[in-house]
């Protein structure tokens, strides 16, 4: 009863089916605006499309026939129950395996996915240094999600596509972004690829906390973060980007568009050694944002050390006396004129260069999300990116998230999908999330909520799903857009038979 049940998350219509027909009951609209409906599928309808998808698959004409226009009415009861809903568009974030190439593995899943009321999947095109694509046509670096399965020409992406649309859902590619995957930057041609920070450490030897998408709890050895700066990842990276546009699918989404997150006192940067920009091209970009070679000197020198002192100053003077006050971009020259005492001077250029390394960290992130989505804009292809409203909060005076994910300064012409992942018990902690992200996003910009959980059950002290968006309604009613992470918590059994090839 607990599966069926939570397909339900409003009241039913009490309605009768028509003797012989199949037939669809969907959730009527509830007497008050703030409890929104879910366009989830009746018990009845359910059982009996997965009844035809059965007798399809072995090899009944009737029942494919009958199977496929089920498909069809499903897609257009869904989307009259859309028009009509509160969130129009309701997207749900899905992993395929190499076993979804089993013949109808695909079908059920997407039907469980119409049935729950879901309008869009975003498809994991690329995580854990794996990518979606053909093992006979992949031109990436990247190892193919279905190397080893013995199926080397199936695109199951493509395939997703072609499937989802069929059952009027819009299919998105869900792509990792700076997070490479351990396997490309151990490779010995990539190896300089890799973030490091001042400590001499990488994302595979730093103390970091794994993203949601792992199993709760658990930490991701697959985890391997790049440069933003480096050329050869942003070439690989828009190789692989073009590869995926060129499936058509309805959106492209951009997440881990940020550094790691450290644990303990490391989620904190706050002295330059904390970032993540002492990997090779960040460095040389970096002293190219000198203006002069003062300051380039100054730069380097407060990379190496953490600080400046006096001393620096003095002999940076001596080495390069034709010049006037150190240079870079960004620098408030008011701050560092020569005239004022050399103490005060070395406080407020150990300041600036502060700003300035922060600002370069930021950047990174910024450079590399526009070359990302340029492949997929030359298509036509929407374009989203995926954050965490805090990422890109301060820290005490001069402190910031070890993630350094400066959200607010991405284009506002991208859909936002703001992941509220607050945990505190309740749904306030959520609402303040979404909250503070509308407040920073322009009139025309689409914010699209993603919530974490499941249907009418809370988990992991997080309220149950209708609990959260019922809460975001009353306080963002215009919202058009929400997602829920993810298929594999709503449906565990049936994504553990599927990674695993069991009936």
Not at 49 to 67: F, I, T, W
Not at 106 to 123: C, H
Not at 242 to 256: T, W
Not at 341 to 349: E, H, K, S, W
Request: proline share 7%; aromatic share 10%; hydrophobic share 40%.
């Amino acid at each position: 009863m607990r599966q069926m049940k939570s397909f339900f998350c409003g009241r039913l219509v009490a309605a009768a089916l028509a003797p012989g027909l199949v037939g669809l009951e969907w959730l009527a609209p509830p007497a008050q605006a703030q409890s929104p409906p879910y366009c989830q599928q009746s018990p009845v309808a359910i059982a009996q499309k997965e009844k035809l998808r059965q007798a399809a698959l072995k090899g009944d004409k009737n029942a494919q026939k009958s199977y496929a226009d089920l498909i069809a009415r499903h897609a257009e009861g869904l989307r009259k129950c859309r028009e009509k809903a509160w969130t129009q568009n309701q997207g749900i974030w899905l992993r395929l395996y190499p076993c979804d190439a089993r013949a109808g593995s695909l079908d059920s899943v997407l039907d469980q996915i119409v049935n729950r009321g879901y309008t869009e999947i975003y498809v994991e095109a690329f995580y854990n240094g794996r990518v979606l694509l053909p093992v006979t046509d992949n031109p990436t670096p990247w190892l193919p999600v279905m190397a080893g399965s013995g199926q080397d020409k199936v695109d199951l992406l493509a395939q997703a596509i072609q499937k989802g649309r069929q059952r009027g859902l819009k299919v998105h590619a869900w792509l990792f972004s700076m997070n490479f995957g351990a396997n490309y930057v151990r490779r010995p041609d990539k190896q300089q690829t890799i973030a490091r920070n001042g400590l001499g450490q990488t994302s595979l030897t730093a103390n970091t906390v794994a993203g949601l998408s792992t199993d709760l709890g658990l930490g991701n050895p697959d985890e391997a973060f790049i440069d933003p700066y480096s050329p050869q990842a942003r070439q690989d990276y828009i190789q692989m980007v073009r590869e995926i546009a060129r499936r058509k699918p309805d959106g492209i989404l951009f997440d881990y568009i940020r550094y790691p997150r450290g644990h303990g006192p490391a989620s904190v940067a706050a002295k330059v050694q904390d970032l993540w920009i002492y990997g090779d091209a960040s460095w040389r970009t970096l002293l190219q944002r000198a203006l002069n070679y003062k300051g380039m000197e100054l730069i380097h020198r407060y990379l190496s050390k953490g600080y400046i002192k006096s001393d620096d100053l003095k002999e940076i003077n001596a080495l390069y006396p034709a010049e006037r006050e150190p240079a870079w971009q960004g620098l408030n020259g008011d701050r560092v004129k020569s005239n004022l005492p050399v103490a005060n001077q070395v406080t407020a250029l150990q300041s600036e260069l502060w700003n300035l390394t922060v600002a370069h960290a930021y950047q990174g992130v910024i450079d590399f999300l526009l070359a990302a989505a340029a492949p997929a804009q030359e298509q036509q292809i929407p374009v989203g990116v995926v954050f965490f409203p805090d990422g890109n909060a301060t820290v005490g005076k001069s402190g910031f998230d070890s993630r350094m994910q400066p959200w607010d300064r991405f284009p506002g012409s991208l859909d936002w999908h703001p992941m509220a992942y607050a945990v505190c018990g309740n749904t306030s902690c959520i609402v303040s999330q979404v909250q503070r992200v509308l407040n920073w996003a322009s009139a025309s910009t689409q914010v699209k909520p993603v919530l974490a959980g499941i249907w009418q059950e809370s988990v992991s002290n997080r309220p149950p799903l209708e609990q959260q968006m019922q809460a975001i309604y009353r306080v963002a009613p215009n919202l058009r857009s929400i997602s829920h992470f993810a298929y594999s918590w709503q449906e565990p059994a049936s994504d553990r038979n599927r990674k695993f090839c069991r009936p």
